[in-house]
């Protein structure tokens, strides 16, 4: 069982435009929601992370909208950039298991010229 | 991350061979992880461990066996490799001691066909 549903599977946007991945759970004791971007060939690396006392957190132009009824958050990329190009993973964990994540399977961003 | 390192980058295979794959880290951690990627399925855990004498399975650790030969050094080893095993896999390390435990670091990856 999936504990961390993400969509779209690939998303491609105009440079300029907003691009807007989702990601929602069921377990209510997640208490830590970290995004991961990953260049071909690299790793993935932590690009911003959320905690639920927060409805909402921003980093440049990355921003992670949360909803704690809704089980639910978001990773919204503004004025979106050729380099954002990559695929990005949503994760989740809780505080007894101290470190495990649940990833999503990821999205693929094409952001063209 | 130059932090962690693994070793082959790539390895071809064939089916029923056993394999090692090596992951090394310098940060310290002492927490380590690893990974499978594989297209449309995302990242899914093979087996962790926490510390030295801490090893526990993950989501999809059949077929796969680690050993963590210090707590700098994770090592996942296919007994038999079997052609569905081709993917890539990662290692990540975790420090328990941070305020950001959560954050994992991720090496390289290793590109492993199995024929």
């Known amino acids: 069982q999936q504990q961390v549903k993400q969509s779209p599977q690939s998303l491609i946007v105009q440079k300029g435009g907003i691009s807007i991945i989702n990601c929602a759970y069921e377990?209510?004791?997640?208490?830590?929601f970290p995004w991961y971007q990953q260049f071909p060939g690299k790793g993935p690396a932590l690009l911003i992370a959320?905690?639920?006392?927060?409805s909402e957190k921003k980093e440049g132009r990355f921003t992670i909208s949360f909803n704690k009824s809704a089980k639910q958050f978001s990773l919204h990329i503004m004025d979106s950039q050729p380099g954002d190009s990559a695929t990005y993973f949503c994760?989740?964990?809780?505080?007894?298991?101290?470190?495990?994540?649940?990833f999503g399977r990821g999205t693929q961003l094409t952001v063209w010229p | 991350d130059a932090d962690v390192t693994q070793t082959p980058r790539n390895r071809i295979t064939k089916t029923g061979k056993r394999i090692m794959l090596e992951c090394s880290q310098t940060?310290?951690?002492?927490?380590m992880y690893w990974y499978r990627q594989d297209p449309g399925l995302g990242l899914r855990l093979i087996y962790y461990?926490?510390?030295?004498?801490?090893?526990n399975k993950g989501e999809i650790s059949d077929g796969y066996s680690v050993s963590r030969q210090a707590q700098a050094k994770f090592s996942l080893s296919l007994e038999s490799a079997i052609p569905n095993q081709t993917a890539l896999y990662f290692c990540?390390?975790?420090?328990?001691?941070?305020?950001?435990?959560?954050?994992?670091?991720f090496g390289p990856g290793t590109r492993l066909t199995v024929l």
């Open positions: 990540a390390t975790s420090d328990s001691s941070s305020f950001s435990y959560n954050e994992q670091f």
């Open positions: 377990n209510t004791a997640f208490d830590y």
């Open positions: 940060k310290g951690h002492d927490r």
């Open positions: 461990s926490f510390d030295v004498k801490d090893i």
């Open positions: 994760a989740a964990s809780r505080g007894s298991t101290l470190g495990r994540l649940y």
């Open positions: 959320i905690r639920p006392d927060v």
